[in-house]
């Protein structure tokens, strides 16, 4: 008798971005913070996310181009999301185009609106493999 395999579950999003307008009180600056993680929970790593940003604030273009996983150079071992982070200093309280791309499962359209007190989605697509969070949801 063979023994039923078991599988994890399904999950509705590979990734989470959270998007938040802050403020740095070093260089007493505003900036955006794109923080992006995984769903998966990792038990021997917190593995670090592979991005390669593409920033044209002059057009209010953003993309992020998603590459993979990579396993952090520490010394001891930890638990948790993989995640990366990006802060974007030179925006203005205006529209901006997002693109998050990924290997074999294409390029996602978004666009979020900066006002001055937060940020705010103002068009997502349909199906996507990141949910995109602000101040707002």
């Known amino acids: 008798m063979r023994t039923r395999q078991v599988r994890p579950d399904k999950l509705d999003f ?23 993680r995984t769903k998966k929970v990792f038990e021997s790593f917190e593995y670090v996310i592979n991005i390669i940003p593409e920033i044209d ?43 998050l791309l ?3 499962k294409g390029k996602i359209h978004f666009k979020f609106k900066v006002t001055p007190s937060a940020v705010k989605i103002t068009k997502e697509p349909e199906s996507s493999f990141i ?3 602000t101040e707002e949801n």
Do not use: C, M, R
């Open 14 to 36: 590979e990734y989470e971005l959270l998007i938040t307008k802050e403020h740095d009180s070093i260089i007493k600056k505003d900036y955006i913070l794109f923080h992006f």
């Open 131 to 133: 949910k995109v969070i």
């Open 102 to 104: 990924k290997y074999a």
């Open 57 to 99: 604030a002059v057009n209010k273009k953003l993309q992020f181009n998603i590459e993979g996983l990579s396993a952090p150079v520490i010394d001891i071992s930890k638990s948790g999301n993989a995640g990366y982070t990006y802060k974007f200093f030179d925006f203005k309280n205006a529209e901006y185009n997002l693109d």
